[in-house]
């Protein structure tokens, strides 16, 4: 309900505003006649002038020999006489003879004047702005529109005087003094200053969010300096309306506020440059930094309008050395970063004439309306998209490593929970063998009674061996993954050895099966030629031979073939471990050789091994000067080649 009534307010002010601005000023020469205050009427022609000050000048008749008529806007440095000081504007508008006081207040609107002024109706005192005396308090941002009280308007004629005290060369009004409805031309000051003071407090809750971000995701480059150029700024856009007279009660300490922020604004904004894209600063940098730093000291101690002017135009001296630091930074690392400074080049495309504009204009130069606040939307709006990609991109990034953080600690947790299942079934094995030892062995059965029940006994030398080989299959788990951190860690010293490699194959078959308790009757080894002898390291050689058979067992049935075969060719050495079991996905073969990743077969958990049996094949393969190929499909089996060199050769 607020909002609508908010809402509903601000259009209808935007109602009246092009009300205001479309109906015609009615533009007329001092001595109007004025019937009606339903148009505004802006007096333009014939004001009376006169430098020096004479309080007798507020008064409805003088002598006007001394006096030169003008037409207003009558502003700037005049080149024939020094203004600096009083001087003073009069005019008069006629009221009818049946005048009437009017139903709504009226007021006159002077537009900002520099520096300090007083307003006289009729000889009284109606309104001013600043003193002269017991110190100088000066104000030159605010919009004068002060009442005319309904008691001191008469019929005939009535007169208006203004007394204007300038502190500086600068003088006289900026804009024609418009006569209108009090409500009106407040409204229309509103209006007019509605959307910069919208602009500002977005900028400030802008440059919070990004602070806020820095602070809590430890971000304190790039976001913080951002963060508080965006306040800076949105401080900077309120101070530069109407609001300044609600943020400070006195003018001096709100514009000496101003210049402060307009200092520290270049600073932020190259340090931001600098952070994002990850530069070291350069002592032209530092140089300007201190002369900044001087400058904002110094404006601390300035209260006059005169020093406000020489602190800008050092400011606006210095201003050329950020934009070629900036300038610097995007020729020579713009290429390389175009696509995180497109959005923001943009910006300052857009930020730099409305800059130009504004310095001008506080330097009196020019008299344009402040376009500062639009340059500063668009230039923040650029900003805040490109950061915000980083930032979701960024996020994306994380997540994505969170994600495999969590499936890295599953992994782990199911080689723990592996390595775990391993030794408790060797030690049951173990404890079944003590136990079996420990008993005495049961006295013979009567032949009559072997008749009526067969009991079938295990014999003690057969756990024993079951517990040996289980026993010796942690062993090779133990010594596997040492091997593995020495291959990775480049710490490995091997011990070559000639050897025939079909009495390796078999010693591994064997040892395998009498693991797993399989025998299978179709597994085929074939050497070529079959008393082939190999220079290589067989602690290598057979850590591959386990893995990849060993493999072939546990993730086939046993009904399913099983070949080994190992041959010499040009120089090289080849090892093809086939299964023709369910074979493996495209996603499957991805990831396989990858440390803890085991098979996608049901109940893995209860498959043995520790899931990383294949990546020591390609760890040991890639130590040799070899490689390892893996050839599969889902339904067509898996066919792994190891590829190694004859020593002393390399690929």
């Not at 259009?11 to 009246?16: D, I, K, P």
């Not at 009606?36 to 008064?59: A, M, T, Y």
């Not at 130069?365 to 900003?383: D, E, H, K, R």
């Not at 990383?612 to 390892?628: E, K, P, R, S, W």
Request: proline content about 4%; hydrophobic content about 45%.
């Amino acid at each position: 309900m607020m909002r609508l009534s908010f809402l509903s307010k601000l259009g209808l002010g935007a109602t009246l505003l092009a009300v205001f601005l479309s109906s015609e000023l009615k533009a007329e020469s001092c001595g109007a006649f004025i019937s009606s205050w339903d148009q505004p009427i802006k007096l333009v022609d014939s004001w009376q002038f006169r430098k020096g000050d004479n309080l007798d000048w507020r008064d409805e008749v003088v002598e006007e020999s001394f006096w030169v008529r003008r037409s207003v806007p009558d502003y700037g440095i005049s080149k024939t006489e020094n203004l600096t000081g009083y001087h003073w504007y009069r005019c008069n508008f006629v009221l009818p003879e049946n005048f009437t006081t009017p139903t709504e207040p009226i007021a006159i609107q002077l537009g900002r004047i520099r520096d300090i002024d007083e307003l006289y109706l009729n000889g009284t005192l109606v309104g001013k702005t600043g003193s002269v005396l017991p110190k100088l308090d000066v104000d030159f941002q605010k919009v004068r529109i002060y009442s005319l009280p309904t008691h001191l308007l008469k019929a005939g004629n009535n007169t208006i005087a203004i007394r204007i005290y300038a502190a500086t060369n600068l003088n006289g009004l900026k804009v024609a003094p418009i006569i209108s409805k009090e409500r009106t031309l407040r409204e229309s000051i509103f209006i007019s200053e509605v959307f910069p003071m919208i602009c500002g407090y977005v900028f400030i809750f802008m440059g919070i969010y990004f602070l806020v971000g820095s602070i809590v995701r430890g971000r304190t480059g790039e976001n913080f300096f951002f963060a508080l150029f965006s306040i800076f700024i949105g401080t900077y856009v309120l101070l530069r309306t109407q609001h300044r007279n609600i943020l400070f009660e006195n003018f001096t300490w709100s514009y000496v506020a101003e210049l402060l922020i307009l200092i520290c604004l270049p600073v932020f904004f190259i340090n931001f440059l600098h952070q994002y894209l990850k530069i070291k600063r350069n002592i032209v940098l530092l140089g300007y930094e201190v002369y900044l730093s001087i400058l904002f000291v110094v404006t601390l101690f300035f209260r006059t309008p005169k020093s406000w002017i020489l602190v800008i135009a050092l400011f606006n001296y210095g201003l050329p050395v950020a934009l070629g630091l900036g300038a610097y930074l995007f020729i020579k690392h713009g290429k390389e970063n175009i696509a995180k400074l497109r959005y923001i080049i943009i910006g300052l495309i857009s930020l730099l004439p409305t800059i130009l504009i504004d310095s001008l204009s506080a330097l009196e130069i020019i008299n344009f309306p402040g376009t500062l606040f639009l340059g500063f939307l668009v230039f923040l709006v650029m900003i805040s998209i490109q950061l915000s990609n980083d930032m979701v991109l960024g996020l994306r990034n994380f997540m994505g490593q969170e994600k495999e953080l969590i499936q890295m600690e599953r992994v782990k947790t199911g080689f723990l929970l592996n390595l775990s299942s391993e030794f408790k079934s060797g030690m049951e094995k173990i404890y079944l063998a003590l136990d079996k030892i420990s008993r005495p062995a049961p006295k013979p059965k009567t032949k009559a009674k072997t008749k009526s029940a067969k009991v079938v006994v295990t014999p003690t030398a057969d756990i024993i061996k079951q517990a040996e080989d289980h026993i010796s299959y942690m062993s090779y788990m133990v010594e596997e993954a040492l091997l593995l951190k020495q291959l990775e860690e480049k710490t490995y010293q091997p011990k070559w050895e000639s050897f025939r490699i079909k009495e390796l194959i078999h010693s591994c078959v064997s040892s395998i099966e009498n693991h797993l308790g399989q025998r299978r009757k179709n597994t085929s080894i074939e050497v070529k030629p079959d008393n082939l002898e190999i220079l290589q390291a067989p602690e290598l050689i057979f850590a591959m031979l386990r893995n990849l058979v060993e493999n072939a067992y546990i993730y086939t049935d046993i009904k399913t073939e099983v070949s080994i075969e190992f041959y010499n060719r040009d120089g090289f050495h080849y090892l093809v471990v086939t299964d023709e079991g369910l074979g493996m996905s495209q996603i499957e073969m991805e990831t396989i050789f990858q440390k803890f990743v085991r098979g996608y077969k049901e109940s893995k958990n209860e498959i043995p091994g520790a899931g990383i049996g294949l990546t020591l094949v390609q760890a040991t393969a890639n130590f040799l000067g070899g490689y390892v190929t893996l050839k599969s499909a889902e339904g067509m089996g898996a066919k792994f080649t190891v590829k190694i060199p004859e020593k002393g050769k390399k690929i």
